[in-house]
């Protein structure tokens, strides 16, 4: 059937509030509004204000709020609008979310799923539009998702749902219109292993290409274009940052002998740093280049279309970027 990664998105809740009656949304604007990007438009008058609940303009408040609901027994799924306004909820996510687990000598759970749109390209300036995900997966405790394709956005959210622990799912703003042909019967996906999205050929020279979220896009057009120069392509979608599936980096890497990380949060202490760091470490002598990275540049992200798009991740980048890697110049 034909869909958007937003429609897929609310039948992910629609069928989580459907399969468990313990499992509610709230945030702010997500009840008759419909949520600010319409994720849950029309679940309100489905589900009813018990369990799709507006809430005040307070991130702290409600975040704490589906915690204690956590604590009590209930699923909640919380919504922020972006990421930059989780910044506002970083003492109950950090410092309780992901702490009470460990602090109780294991008596105390925390199942509650938050989720939060990311990212840049919508002109919506800086303080809506940055890629913080990679500080969140710093953090012990969390387990974090993001789903960059129709079949993840479809079926993360239950398998979170599932975890005992707190899951923080990451949204990126331009996938919501992205539309695809996504099975009738989609459902569930696992969320511990990355995905091999495309596989070099027999090329003279291969790179392994790993982004996650709102990137992967730009990094399977970089693919196609590259495959027209002779160069071969991995592509690894990492779905879930935190734990990263460092075995299927790894495997890729042995077959290729170069990599490219893509990610549009900033280079500097990011989650393309990381693993760059864990390929030098686990996989030296495979690599016969050094690990590439294409990130964002290091400023606010801009309102001004030229320059948002100049500061961003772009096919160009990623295609100069490997064929640095494979000796191509670029």
């Not at 730009?218 to 196609?224: F, I, R, Y």
């Not at 790894?250 to 500097?268: I, K, Y």
């Amino acid at each position: 059937m034909k869909t958007t990664y937003r429609e897929a998105m609310r039948a992910a809740l629609r069928d989580a509030m459907q399969r468990d009656e313990r499992v509610f949304l709230m945030g702010e604007d997500v009840g008759r509004y419909g949520g600010s990007f319409a994720v849950s438009l029309g679940l309100l008058e489905e589900f009813g204000p018990e369990r799709i609940r507006d809430t005040p303009l307070s991130e702290s408040g409600f975040v704490g709020a589906g915690i204690g609901a956590a604590l009590g027994g209930m699923r909640p799924v919380v919504e922020i609008m972006t990421v930059n306004f989780s910044l506002l909820a970083l003492d109950q996510i950090i410092n309780n979310a992901a702490t009470l687990l460990h602090m109780s000598g294991g008596q105390f759970n925390v199942p509650i799923v938050i989720r939060m749109t990311t990212g840049a390209g919508r002109q919506l300036g800086a303080q809506h539009s940055h890629s913080l995900e990679g500080w969140y997966a710093h953090i012990p405790g969390l387990r974090i998702l993001a789903p960059a394709t129709l079949a993840d956005a479809r079926g993360m959210l239950w398998t979170a749902l599932q975890d005992p622990d707190p899951v923080l799912i990451f949204e990126h703003g331009s996938l919501y219109n992205v539309a695809g042909e996504l099975d009738e019967d989609a459902g569930a996906v696992g969320i511990d292993k990355a995905a091999l999205l495309r596989q070099a050929d027999g090329s003279a020279d291969t790179v392994t290409l790993i982004t996650y979220g709102g990137t992967l896009p730009l990094v399977l057009e970089a693919a196609d274009q590259l495959a027209g120069e002779g160069i071969g392509t991995d592509v690894v979608d990492l779905r879930t940052l935190r734990p990263l599936d460092t075995h299927t980096l790894l495997d890729s890497v042995a077959r290729t002998h170069r990599a490219v990380v893509v990610d549009e949060g900033w280079r500097s202490g990011s989650i393309s740093a990381e693993i760059a760091a864990r390929i030098s470490e686990q996989a030296f002598f495979d690599l016969d280049a050094p690990v590439e990275r294409v990130c964002s540049e290091e400023v606010p992200v801009p309102y001004a279309k030229h320059l948002e798009q100049a500061a961003l991740p772009s096919v160009e980048r990623v295609m100069a970027a490997a064929r640095r890697a494979v000796g191509a110049g670029g």
